[in-house]
Structures are given as C-alpha cells and as structure tokens.
C-alpha cells in the first residue's frame, strides 16, 4: 500500500467565494454606501466595506467540515490535549486545544488568513507534526499550493510565527514531515518530492535555518545519494513515512526506502556526516531481499532513550516491532479464525500505526485492521507481545496520536464518518491502559 493520497482541493464556500471577489475589487479606500461617504476612510487590518460600513471578516467554521487527517497530538504540562490535524474540506491547519471543561477550542493556523484587509486561502496543513514545550508550541506542515515546508511557533501566551523552510519556487519539499524539539533548537526531517530523497532542517536557537540532504545509502553497491553530491539515480525513491527522535543533540530518522522495501535509519554523528543504516527488509549478511516493510513507521525512545519502532509489513500485511541490535518482532500477524468455517484466514493489520512507551516501559501501538476496520492496541515488553486487542470504544479511522499519561492514553485522530468515508471527523479519546 503506498502513503495516502491528500483529498483534492476544495472550492471555497460560496460565502467565501463572493467574499474574496468583493475584496479583489477595493481600492485603497471602500464605502459602505454613499450615505455613509466612507470613500475617503480606510477599513482596518482585518475589515471590509458592509452594507454598514467596516466590518469583521468571518473565517470558516473548521466543525463543519472533514477534520482529522493528518493529526499529530501532545500534552500541556497540565495534561491537556494538543491536536494539530487537516482541514481537507477546506485546507487548512488547524490546531485544537483542551479548555478547562474538556471542550475543543479550534483555531485556523494556515491554509485561510486575512492578510490587511485581503483573504488568502490556501491547500495548507498537510503532514501535520506537532511538539509542545513548557514554553511553547512547535508545529510542522506541508503546504500543497507553495509545495514547501512550513513550520510555526508560538510561545505561551502569545500568537503564532510562521516561516517558510524549504521549498517552492518549482521545488516541492515538506511532505512526510516530522520534528522533534530539545533545548530550543528544532529538528525537522522530511521528504523533497522532487528528488525523491530525505532531508533534514535545524533551526538553531537565534531562529537560522540549517538544511542538509541525508545520504541515506546503507552499504548498497546500487545505492545513488544526492548528500554525495551526485544526482540520485532515477529510480531512487526514499524518505517516505520519516520520523525522528533527538538522542543528546544528535538526530535519528527513521524512513522507508520505496525502492528496496527496507526500513531504514539515518542517524547523525559529529562533524554532520550522517550514517545509515537497513533495519529490517534485507538480510544483513547475505543482501537477501526479505520482504517489503518500513511503511507507517513511528518512532519513539524508550526508558533508556533506546530508538523503538513499530512499522507495517506489506508483503506479510503484518505489525512489527524492532529496537534496534534486536530482531524484529511480529507483533499482530492479521490471523483470524472464521467464526463460520473454523478456517484460519489472515488480514492486513499495521497501518497508520503509533507508538508510545508507558511509564514501566511496555511499548504500546494503536494502529488499523483493515479486514476487520477497526483500531486495534498492541502492547509489547521487551520482545514479548503480552497483549493485543480491538478498541471496541473507538471507532474505525486512521492518523491516531497519542500519549501515555500514567494508566491513560489520551488522543485524538481522524475517525471515518459512518457512510461517508474516507471523509473524518477530529475525535478525542482518553482510555485505560491495560496491561498484563
């Protein structure tokens, strides 16, 4: 199965529509009416000429349309809920924010604005990633129309700060996004769609931007990087599905390799240079090809800031598990008696799976069984598969984050609408976790 495709775009409600025609038709001066003779004033930053004068512009009301794809979520110190996800009705990045009655405070970051007294409105928000600190929150995003990598900041208290990082101007990068946050300085690992290949953006503490190509070749003869300073090859194909988690100062990414099947990870030493590793797909000694897997791959660090990761298998349609310097664990095969036949039948279960790391270190993943449609939880202690399970309490849907708080998990995803899939509604939830 290859990365989801992003809806199309949406047209603008019609509302919108005249709306953004009427501005595109001011001048420097508006009037409301010539009994209110306001051709000589200027509306404010943010207002229009109405029938009754300068008025507010409206934006969009994200509750109403198809939201959840694409969600990353976080916690506040105070264990409240953080959801970055996509607004693919309307495109655009919307943040949710738990208020003190467990209610959703939604806000529009990016895709629709009003720029002085002019509407943009923009395919925004796509491959969401989202960390907050004690100070502030950090997003990443792919933005379609301008095809670059935005990020954005907002310190506690105070409004957001938008940045385009890379990309546009014919160059289309940002997509598979993530970031990682440590001592202030921000780590962004992403695809550069153009070149088919991984890169890697740093911002340092004074806000300049660092970017670098990845060499994501891993001891393969065949293996063309652009980080050697060569065209890559043309059937080269990596860097889908990336995540990252910063180990001291120094980052680790893990990503799939489209063209070999591998499962690979890129880690960054002293000096720059990156070393890249095959994790799971081929054999390590005799180069064999042992299957088509690394899709859906979520990293994450354990107890010990040990890198973990859970990732689907294709060829075997099955859920994985790996630390690195172990073997990989099948940890939901999709096998199913038929409750009718008695015959044993197999499923593809794994994708869009999550993972997170309870406080006694058993790695937990919430991820979709597609024959069955639903989400299912796995939880792992060390390299036994101790329990897996349907979440009969949620329903069926795809991009799930979550965190483990104590005996919790708390999140948010994308839960298909009943009848209307793959259209999403953003749904929270905050269930036990289980464990042997």
């Known amino acids: ?74 916690l506040t110190a105070d264990k409240r809920l953080v959801a970055a996800t996509y607004d693919a009705a309307g495109g655009n990045l919307v943040v949710a924010r738990e208020q003190a009655d467990g209610a959703l405070a939604l806000e529009i970051v990016d895709g629709w604005s009003v720029r002085g007294r002019d509407v943009v409105d923009t395919d925004s928000g796509l ?116 995540d990252i988690a910063v180990i001291g100062q120094m980052p680790r990414i893990a990503f799939y390799d489209r063209r070999r099947g591998d499962l690979k990870m890129a880690a960054r030493r002293e000096g720059g240079v990156w070393e890249t590793n095959t994790l799971d797909g081929r054999d390590p000694t005799t180069g064999e090809d042992t299957g088509d897997v690394g899709r859906f791959v979520s990293l994450a660090l354990t107890a010990g800031r040990q890198p973990g990761l859970a990732y689907y298998d294709a060829t075997r349609g099955a859920l994985r598990y790996l630390v690195p310097g172990n073997q990989p664990v099948v940890v939901d095969a999709g096998t199913f008696s038929d409750p ?27 991820y979709l069984d597609a024959s069955a449609i639903a989400l299912k939880e796995a939880i792992v202690s060390g390299a036994n598969v101790v329990a897996v399970r349907r979440l009969d309490a949620l329903d069926p849907g795809v991009f799930v984050g979550f965190d483990v708080v104590e005996d919790r998990l708390v999140g948010a995803y994308g839960a298909w609408v009943a009848g209307e899939a793959p259209r999403t509604r953003l749904a929270t939830f905050d269930l036990p976790l289980v464990t042997p």
């Open 1 to 74: 199965m290859s990365g989801p495709t992003p809806p199309p775009r949406a047209r603008l409600p019609l509302g919108l529509l005249a709306l953004a025609l009427a501005l595109a038709s001011l001048g420097p001066a508006c009037s409301a009416s010539a009994e209110l003779a306001c051709e000589d004033e200027q509306c404010p930053s943010g207002q229009v000429c109405g029938a009754t004068g300068c008025e507010g512009i409206t934006p969009p009301d994200p509750t109403t349309t198809d939201l959840g794809r694409y969600t990353s979520t976080a």
């Open 127 to 242: 491959w969401t990633d989202l960390v907050v600190t004690d100070t502030a929150t950090h997003l990443v995003w792919f933005d379609k129309t301008a095809g670059a990598l935005r990020y954005a900041v907002q310190p506690t208290g105070e409004s957001w700060s938008v940045e385009t990082v890379d990309g546009g101007d014919g160059a289309v990068r940002g997509t598979h996004a993530c970031l990682a946050v440590k001592e202030g300085v921000v780590h962004v690992a992403y695809r550069d769609e153009s070149a088919r290949a991984l890169r890697y953006a740093r911002r340092e503490l004074d806000g300049t931007w660092k970017i670098r190509v990845v060499d994501v070749c891993a001891g393969e003869p065949d293996c063309v990087s652009p980080a050697t300073g060569l065209a890559a090859a043309d059937d080269e194909d990596y860097g889908e599905w990336a």
């Open 340 to 366: 009718e036949t008695g015959v044993t039948k197999s499923s593809p279960v794994g994708q869009f799976v999550r993972l997170r790391y309870s406080p006694d270190d058993h790695a937990v993943m919430i």
